[in-house]
Nanobody
Framework: QVQLVESGGGLVQAGGSLRLSCAAS????????MGWFRQAPGKEREFVAA????????SYSESVKGRFTISRDNAKNTVYLQMNSLKPEDTAVYYC?????????????????WGRGTQVTVSS
């Protein structure tokens, strides 16, 4: 069982930065692929970024590539999402997810564990 708690969301002006954190419970954090997803009002939940167990392999959606950076600290059971050059279209609830399967994280299908989300609002 893994519990995920996101933090770091808030209101920021366009062009600004935020860093999201996701603290995970459980001893097996380092064996899970971790991902960030987001859901804007009226839209489906979409993939943002993912990171493999050791932290060397990452993946990003085209819409955030070059602006967002995902990282993890397995000693602290925490995954981060550094968001720079934020745009109004980045406004959404951001969710952290964990799964032993990289494929499930990359495709959002059947992911085992989800956090409750943190709101990010980017004003123009």
């Amino acid at each position: 069982q893994v519990q995920l708690v996101e933090s770091g969301g808030g209101l920021v002006q366009a062009g600004g930065s935020l860093r999201l954190s996701c603290a995970a419970s459980g001893r097996t954090f380092s064996t899970y692929a971790m991902g960030w997803f987001r859901q804007a009002p009226g839209k489906e939940r979409e993939f943002v970024a993912a990171i493999k167990w050791g932290g060397r392999n990452t993946s990003y959606s085209e819409s955030v590539k070059g602006r967002f950076t995902i990282s993890r600290d397995n000693a602290k059971n925490t995954v981060y999402l550094q968001m720079n050059s934020l745009k109004p279209e980045d406004t959404a609830v951001y969710y952290c997810a964990a799964d032993p399967s990289w494929v499930k994280i990359a495709t959002i299908e059947g992911v085992d564990y989800w956090g409750r989300g943190t709101q990010v609002t980017v004003s123009s």
